[in-house]
């Protein structure tokens, strides 16, 4: 793995961190296909009762660095094919293996959480975020749409003219707002306290009752996430071509 994900184990909790501070942890393919990792690594370590997503620095993140991205258009096309097996591409997969664990996932959430980054966070069991941070579904805003799972957890989260409202304005909205639509959780000032404290109350329950939970409300809340995943595909492509086209209409 990177120096941009970080992964650490302490006690029964595992800690996912965003480390690209200086960039809002902006991120790159390489932070996506570490993600990828970073879930199997925490699937692998069975003592782990849960895991905290978090953001080094002034944000949880900023989205996808498209200007780092595009800087290799070949491995946008690599990393866009899906897996057979599975039915996502690394940057859904990013955003997917955290709802494949076993273990609750808790989003630890402060500054911006935009676009690739809302989608992440959209992706784990719960959301907690501190009463200043910022959302936006920001696809739009450089004539895209989200296709990091987020159409998939947007529709058990939120109602569709909601859904359909934030990604077609790409604007961002408060912590108030995203609460009252259900797009949160929780409210702390300090997000990455309060979801330890959640992590502690569930891992006093029965791991197996709370993974089967999980999984029986993932396979029945969305029941074909899997063609939802294809649809992104499909609606970004052509998308994607014609900004490499250099059209803009």
């Not at 957890?153 to 077609?168: C, F, K, N, P």
Request: charged share 20%; with cysteine.
């Amino acid at each position: 793995m990177g120096d941009h994900i970080t992964v650490r184990f302490d006690d029964n909790l595992a800690y996912v961190e965003l480390n690209r501070p200086g960039k809002h942890n902006g991120l790159t393919l390489e932070m996506l296909e570490d993600l990828v990792i970073a879930a199997q690594k925490i699937n692998d370590h069975k003592a782990s009762r849960a895991v905290i997503i978090s953001g080094n620095g002034p944000s949880f993140s900023s989205g996808l660095d498209i200007a780092a991205a595009t800087r290799n258009p070949v491995a946008i096309v690599k990393e866009f094919l899906p897996r057979p097996l599975r039915g996502t591409n690394t940057f859904q997969e990013a955003c997917w293996a955290w709802r494949r664990l076993d273990v609750p996932v808790i989003a630890a959430i402060h500054g911006r959480c935009f676009g690739g980054g809302l989608q992440i966070a959209l992706a784990a069991d719960f959301r907690i975020a501190t009463p200043t941070a910022e959302f936006s579904v920001m696809e739009a805003a450089h004539g895209l749409v989200p296709d990091m799972t987020g159409p998939a957890t947007l529709s058990q989260l939120i109602g569709i003219d909601q859904a359909l409202l934030l990604t077609m304005t790409a604007e961002q909205i408060d912590t108030d707002y995203a609460l009252r639509i259900g797009l949160i959780t929780d409210v702390a000032d300090d997000p990455v306290k309060a979801a330890r404290a959640l992590a502690d109350r569930i891992a006093t329950r029965d791991r197996n009752a709370v993974a089967a939970a999980k999984h029986l409300f993932n396979r029945s809340w969305q029941r074909d996430s899997r063609a939802t995943f294809a649809a992104e595909r499909w609606a970004q492509l052509p998308l994607l071509l014609r900004k490499a086209m250099g059209s803009s209409d």
